[in-house]
C-alpha cells in the first residue's frame, strides 16, 4: 500500500505470497545435520497426511502422547490397520494410486479404431472409464488385502466389473461394481 496498490490489491499479493510459500504448503518439521528418527507425533502427522490427507483424529493422537505410536511396533501397526480401514484412506487410494499410475492420462490415447475396433462398439460404451478405474480399484484391494508387493507383476486376479470383463471375455461377472475375479 505505501508503495500505491490498493488495500485489495496489497491483499491479494500478501496472500498469494503467503499461499505459494513451501511453509504454507509443506508440513515443516526441525531441520538436523544428522538423520534422526521421528518423534511420535511426527509420525503421527505424516501417516495422517499420507492416508488421509488431514491431521491425526484422537486415537492417533493418544498413541503419539504416549509414546506407544513409536515405541511398541504392534501400536503402529494397529493404527495403520485402523487408518485403512477408514473411508478417508480412499483419499489416499485415489490420489497416490492416480498419480503413481497416470490413470488419468490414459483417455489421452485411445486405441486405434482400425486395430481395436470391438473398444468402440456399443454395448462397451463408457469402458475407457472402466479402463482407468481397474487400476486404481486393483490397488485398493492390493491395499487392504494386504497383498504382497510382487502382485502388481503377477497377481493371478484382476479387478473387473462386467462390462470389462465382457471385453476381456471372462465370464460369470455381473454388476457395474469392481471385483476380485481369478
Known amino acids: 500500500m505505501a508503495a500505491g496498490a490498493s488495500f485489495e490489491r496489497a491483499m491479494e499479493t500478501g496472500l498469494t505470497a503467503m499461499m ?17 528418527k521421528l518423534t511420535s507425533l511426527e509420525l503421527a502427522t505424516r501417516l495422517s497426511y499420507l492416508l488421509w490427507s488431514s491431521k491425526p483424529d484422537d486415537a492417533l ?6 509414546g506407544k505410536l513409536t515405541m511398541d511396533p504392534a501400536e503402529l501397526n494397529r493404527q495403520i490397520d485402523r487408518m485403512l480401514a477408514d ?30 475396433p ?25 491395499l487392504h488385502k494386504d497383498e504382497p508387493i510382487r502382485s502388481f ?5 484382476l479387478m473387473l466389473n462386467e462390462r470389462l470383463a465382457a471385453y476381456y471375455g471372462i465370464a460369470g461377472v455381473s454388476g457395474t461394481e469392481f471385483r476380485r475375479v481369478p
Open 61 to 66: 493422537f493418544r498413541s503419539a502422547v504416549s
Open 153 to 157: 507383476l503377477s497377481s493371478g486376479w
Open 118 to 142: 470391438k473398444f468402440y462398439e456399443t454395448e462397451f460404451a463408457g469402458l475407457e472409464k472402466d479402463i482407468s478405474e481397474e487400476p486404481v480399484a486393483f490397488f485398493r484391494e492390493a
Open 20 to 36: 505459494c510459500s513451501p511453509n504454507f504448503l509443506y508440513i515443516r518439521e526441525e531441520e538436523s545435520a544428522k538423520t534422526r
Open 87 to 116: 473411508p478417508r484412506s480412499e483419499g489416499f487410494v485415489n490420489g497416490f494410486a492416480r498419480q503413481w499410475l497416470k490413470v488419468d492420462e490414459f483417455t489421452r490415447f485411445l486405441p486405434d479404431q482400425k486395430i481395436f
